[in-house]
């Protein structure tokens, strides 16, 4: 049986993967361990699956936390928190998945890693390499879901999205495909081992719009803002928005305008069989978040 520590596991993809993992039951079986700090807060917030999987508190920047359980796991699915950059916390912990002999390993990178040797994302891939483990990098594109978090505040309460994107166009990406994706490899490891392989959606689209498509989903008006990088970190500091945090979102959003459009991918059928989510179909799914924010 596979043992598979998932770290991350209340995040956006963390709880994609688990989800997709559980509904896999016909499958070969999977014993999951679910990594987080707080899990007191992951019990409450994930009621329907809480107890189907095995808890481990852990703290990505202190190994202590989980070099015991990784000498009963054979496979792991490793993500960088959006706040860890520093390879001082990551490569330790590559080195205790070598010292622990961890079979698998499926890291959670970015699409156009290749071509950015700064982002951490890189540096990551690269030491996994080096180190002989087996790997499979998923290599999303941009979030559908970053609507529903990143910018739902601006969305309920400015009716706009406000970003330094100008005319630039994102591939949109629905998280439950990549967890999807993820879980089918995880199942299936051996044809996708020592692969970097893109997830996307089908559209490629600027926020403009994608800003139409919400007005016309919803039934309210939402205007795209495109600001300068002064006007931006100026409204997000007054927001109260860290730092650390503000420059995450400007270097996604803003160096995407001196980029080509991105490259859409088939993988998500050749893995998975099914067509992946259209941007449309997930405002709809998600109407009431728009509208609510619930
Ligand atoms: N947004 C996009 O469009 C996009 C596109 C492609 C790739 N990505 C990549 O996706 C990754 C983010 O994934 P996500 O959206 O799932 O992140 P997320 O929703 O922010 O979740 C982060 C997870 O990491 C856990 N965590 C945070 N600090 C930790 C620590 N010190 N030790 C252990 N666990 C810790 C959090 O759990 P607790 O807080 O409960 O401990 C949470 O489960 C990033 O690497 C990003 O570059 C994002």
Redesign the pocket.
Known sequence: MKKLLV??????????VIDALLAHSNKEEVQIVA????IA??KKNFATWHNQVQWLS?????TA?FEEELSTTNCVFL??????ADMK?FQPIIDLFVKNNIKEIVF????GVEKSTI???YKIEQSIKQSDLKYVFI?????M??LT??LLADIKHKKAIVLPAGNAK?NW?D?QNIGEAIAEIIHNFAPYCNQAIEITGKENKNFESVATLLSGITGTNINYKSVNPFQFFFIKKKEGIPFGKIL?LFM?HFIARFEPEPIISDNYTKITGNQPTLLAQFIARKKQHFIKGD
């Open positions: 770290i991350g596991a209340t995040g956006n993809i963390g709880t994609a990594g987080c700090r707080n807060k992951a852990m703290d990505l920047e202190n936390t993500l960088r928190p959006p706040h860890l916390v959670l990178s970015v699409q982002i951490p994302h290599r999303p594109s941009y979030f879901q970053n978090t990143e994102f990406v998280v995450v996604l």
